[in-house]
T-cell receptor
């Protein structure tokens, strides 16, 4: 199993550009999440999904969209990138509602100029 | 609202010395508590978790943590640190609803030979 994969690993955008961060898991997990990691702030939840077709907002959802058309994929879209969205983004998945274990991807480092 | 505080941003220990990383949480009900480790450029890996029962939990890589409800703490310990333990450590708290996991700010561990 590849686990949780994320692409790209690095990305540089200009302010106002849009892009999609890809996340896929091959463990048949129902639950998937997107976090952003900023220095001194730990990880903050952006959006999450409890199954195909079901998504909800986390702590910092503004400026991001998600959809979940399949169990395997959970892309994160930046509609109009801003410098405040410069961060490291992690996707995670879990087979349980109660976090028996969240499996994290390797992350995408995004810089917005 | 739930929250997690890791009072120590950076800790330095000598190889072979004992280690304790502090974590204090705020949560309105019985919490689910986690410790994750992140090596440079990597995603997060679960070290251990507490859901209920024995308040001393054992994890991978020789780590353990003790849940103390009266002190709202979940400190991580290791009796003898190895150079490979150098990483950033995150404490997290959650409940029964997926999407409500809150991370602390992280503690960077440096190990001197």
């Amino acid at each position: 199993n590849a686990g949780v994969t994320q692409t790209p690993k690095f990305q540089v955008l200009k302010t106002g550009q849009s892009m999609t961060l890809q996340c896929a898991q091959d463990m048949n997990h129902e639950y998937m999440s997107w976090y952003r990691q900023d220095p001194g702030m730990g990880l903050r939840l952006i959006h999450y999904s409890v199954g195909a077709g079901i998504t909800d907002q986390g702590e910092v959802p503004n400026g991001y969209n998600v959809s979940r058309s399949t169990t395997e994929d959970f892309p994160l879209r930046l509609l109009s990138a801003a410098p405040s969205q410069t961060s490291v983004y992690f996707c995670a998945s879990s087979y349980s509602r109660t976090y028996n274990e969240q499996f994290f991807g390797p992350g995408t480092r995004l810089t917005v100029l | 609202a739930q929250s997690v505080t890791q009072p120590d941003i950076h800790i330095t220990v000598s190889e072979g010395a004992s280690l304790e990383l502090r974590c204090n949480y705020s949560y309105g009900a019985t919490p689910y508590l986690f410790w994750y480790v992140q090596s440079p450029g990597q995603g997060l890996q679960l070290l251990l978790k507490y859901f209920s029962g024995d308040t001393l939990v054992q994890g991978i890589k020789g780590f353990e943590a003790e849940f103390k409800r009266s002190q709202s703490s979940f400190n991580l310990r290791k009796p003898s640190v190895h150079w490979s333990d150098a990483a950033e450590y995150f404490c997290a708290v959650g409940g029964t609803s997926y999407g409500k996991l809150t991370f602390g700010q992280g503690t960077i561990l440096t190990v001197h030979p």
